[in-house]
Each structure stands twice: as structure tokens, then as C-alpha cells.
């Protein structure tokens, strides 16, 4: 370990960036706060479009676009929009190429999107290498924020390429992955099942002074059926081959990690969170001493959503597909539940719709618009996205009380 555990309990508070002089309190307001919609809009887009819809339909109001995330996939969208200064640094990629990437800074406080890395869309021509993908650019990422002087960090996980355990996360901070002749291992999680030894003696020692969050929503144990590879490794192109594999090598990873800082290794492959983007949480959670939280917590919290909703009549929220998965602390369940909180009633727009009605109201939306209700086509609806929002907008104005 690098630093004394954390209790969640201590967890750091972000502080918001400045809000937009947009967020002035007016006579009548609503709060746009989406996620992206996948594969056509990124959240701010999709808040522009709303706003342009509702502008059009209701031109005395105030409309503050606040685009969110849940600590995946957009969650550097979310930051530079609420005003982090975004650095763009060159990292190794999950397979090794060099890619430019950004973070997110903002005084002491800098936001990691793996994704941007070691996500599955940094492969080169979009092949899937499940068993040599590493998260040696996302260590590097939180390298360049503490060269930035940062010492609060929000590791936000999701779509990452690799199954390692983290074991690459650890190597792009300093520490050495050895195998039984001393030398350095090949990258990625199948490498792992020759891992002899773990020197952590080069680990940047600035990660003593730092806290980090690991914002993630998955609760699944690095380890076994519920696993990261047995779960995520067919996500990542693994066959049944490979799962078995990466599943040796993260075990073995447990094990040789175990030989160098003690039975801490082995009861944080067991947590919550250990198993997300690969394992990355487990070496975050086991060496890093990260606090895990649920990512949109993190994400409302760091763009200040509760201080924009004072005053408000009406929220909208929304991302790509509002189904089952949504209701386990998706982005706009999170927004729905903080609006509730400010007694704000919450709209939300979408891609497509598969929540019953009852479903709805227990998620806190008082309506629902897809924009498959337009466009039942869905690669129409998809290319057309931005017109379609706008135009759903418009029918938000019919939402708000008199």
C-alpha cells in the first residue's frame, strides 16, 4: 500500500468548478442534465439539443445545460463542461501504441477517464485483444495529474479493453510486473500467469499524498464466476479459452501481490468494485487505497448539480436507453433521485424507452420521451438524433406546471 486506507466516510468533497454566469437565477428555469446518448450524442450534446428545443418553446425561460455521466464513458465530457481545464498528454494505448489523451484539472482536483486510454475504442482498428490489453496508459494518466499537482482524483472506469487486474495500472506509475528471471513481464492479464514478483518500490511516491475515488457502478469481485473475466472478458472479444486464462493469470496476480503487501491483496480481490474494467478497481482498491463510489454520485457532485437546482421547475435528464440497467444507478435514476431530494420534478428523454410506466415513477420521472415515439426506425433515429431531441424539447414545455 501506498498511503493510509481511507474510510468512504472521509471522502473527499469535490469542489464545483465556477458555474456559468447561465446559472443565474431567473424568474422561471429549467436544469438540463442528461447522459450521452451511445453511438450518437455525447451529453453535452445531447443537453445543446434540448436546450435549443426548449428555448424555442419557451423563450422567457431560463435553461441551464449541465451535462452529467456515472463515472464511465463521458465523465471527462462532464468535467470540462462544468469548467475543468482539460490536458491533453500522449499515453501508451491499451495495446501498447502511443494515443493522446486527456484529464480534467481543476485547482487540486483532476478527473481520469480510463476509457480514454485503455477503453475499448483506443484498439487499434476496433480488434478486440482480450488477452494482452493493458491499463499501463491509465496509470499514466494518473501520473500527469500529479505532475499537475493534483492530490484529489477521480478515477472514473468503464469500457475499458484490458482483463489485468490493474496490473498495468500499477506499471505506468512505477512499479515493476517481474517473471521468475528477473525480467519484465509481457503486458496484459494472460502475461500474469508468469508473474514471479511485484517491486512496488518505484511506485510514484506523490500517490502517498493523494486520495483517489474509484468512481464505478459495478459491484463484482475480481475473482471467480461473477468475476472480471468471467463476466467482462467476453465483452472484451474473450472465447471460453481466454476466460480461463485470464482468469489463472488475475489469480496469480492476487497471490504474488499478496507475497508483497500481505493479506490485504487477497481481501480486496473479494470486494465490491475489484472486478470493474478488468480488475483496474482491484489494484486501485488494494495498492492505490482508492475509495469507491457510486460514479454519478462523483459526477453530480464535481459539476455542483444540487446548487443549479435551487429555484428550478422542472429537470431534464436522459441517456441513450432508459431499460433495466438504468435502475441500477444509471445516470438519470442518480439526477431523478438529487431533483427529488429539491423537490424538482424530473423529465427524461431518451433513445428508446423499455420501462413499463410503473417502472418510471419508481425511478422518479414523471414523463418519458423517446425519440423512437418520432422515428420508429432506429438507425434513422440514431443519425437524426440531434433534430429528434429538439424536437421532444419541444414537447417538454407541456411538462411544466402553469
Do not use: W
Amino acid at each position: 500500500m501506498v498511503a493510509a486506507a481511507h474510510d468512504p466516510a472521509d471522502a473527499v468533497a469535490y469542489v464545483p468548478a465556477p458555474a456559468p454566469a447561465a446559472t443565474a437565477r431567473g424568474p422561471r428555469r429549467v436544469v438540463v442534465a442528461p447522459d450521452k446518448f451511445r453511438g450518437s450524442l455525447s451529453a453535452p450534446e445531447v443537453a445543446r439539443h434540448v436546450g435549443i428545443g426548449l428555448r424555442r418553446a419557451l423563450p422567457a425561460h431560463e435553461v441551464v445545460e449541465v451535462p452529467v455521466a456515472d463515472g464511465g464513458e463521458g465523465t471527462l465530457d462532464a468535467a470540462f463542461a462544468a469548467g475543468y481545464s482539460p490536458y491533453q498528454v500522449e499515453v501508451s494505448g491499451p495495446t501498447g501504441e502511443p494515443v493522446r489523451a486527456m484529464i480534467g484539472v481543476h485547482g487540486v482536483q483532476a478527473v481520469v477517464e480510463l476509457a480514454a486510454a485503455s477503453g475499448l475504442d483506443m484498439l487499434p482498428g476496433g480488434t478486440l485483444r482480450a488477452r494482452d490489453s493493458s491499463s499501463e496508459g491509465t496509470g499514466q494518466l494518473l501520473r500527469y495529474a500529479l505532475d499537475a499537482g493534483c492530490t484529489q482524483i477521480v478515477l472514473g472506469v468503464g469500457g475499458s479493453a484490458c482483463t489485468d487486474g490493474g496490473a498495468g495500472l500499477l506499471r505506468g506509475l512505477g512499479a515493476r510486473l517481474l517473471d521468475d528471471r528477473g525480467e519484465e513481464l509481457a503486458p496484459g492479464g494472460a502475461a500474469l500467469r508468469a508473474l514471479a514478483r511485484i517491486d512496488l518500490s518505484g511506485l510514484d511516491a506523490r500517490l502517498g499524498a493523494a486520495t483517489i475515488v474509484l468512481a464505478s457502478d459495478v459491484d463484482n469481485a475480481l475473482l471467480g464466476a461473477a468475476g472480471a473475466a468471467a463476466v467482462f472478458g467476453p465483452q472484451k472479444g474473450a472465447t471460453p479459452e481466454d476466460v480461463l486464462v485470464l482468469e489463472a493469470g488475475l489469480a496469480r496476480f492476487v497471490s504474488v501481490l499478496a507475497a508483497e503487501i500481505g493479506p490485504r491483496a487477497v481481501e480486496q480481490s473479494l470486494a465490491a468494485g475489484a472486478g470493474a474494467a478488468g480488475g483496474t478497481g482491484y489494484a486501485a482498491l488494494a495498492v492505490l487505497d482508492a475509495v469507491r463510489r457510486p460514479g454519478v454520485e462523483v459526477v453530480l457532485e464535481f459539476v455542483g448539480l444540487a446548487g443549479r437546482l435551487d429555484g428550478a421547475e422542472l429537470v431534464v435528464t436522459g441517456e441513450g436507453s432508459l431499460d433495466a440497467q438504468s435502475l441500477l444507478g444509471k445516470t438519470p435514476v442518480g439526477v431523478a433521485g438529487l431533483a427529488a431530494a429539491h423537490g424538482v420534478p424530473v423529465v427524461a428523454v431518451c433513445g428508446r424507452n423499455e420501462l413499463s410506466p410503473a417502472e418510471q415513477r419508481r425511478a422518479g420521472f414523471l414523463r418519458v420521451l423517446a425519440l423512437t415515439d418520432l422515428e420508429p426506425d432506429p438507425a434513422r433515429s440514431m443519425s437524426q438524433a440531434a433534430t429528434l431531441v429538439e424536437q421532444l424539447a419541444v414537447q417538454l414545455a407541456l411538462c411544466l406546471p402553469a
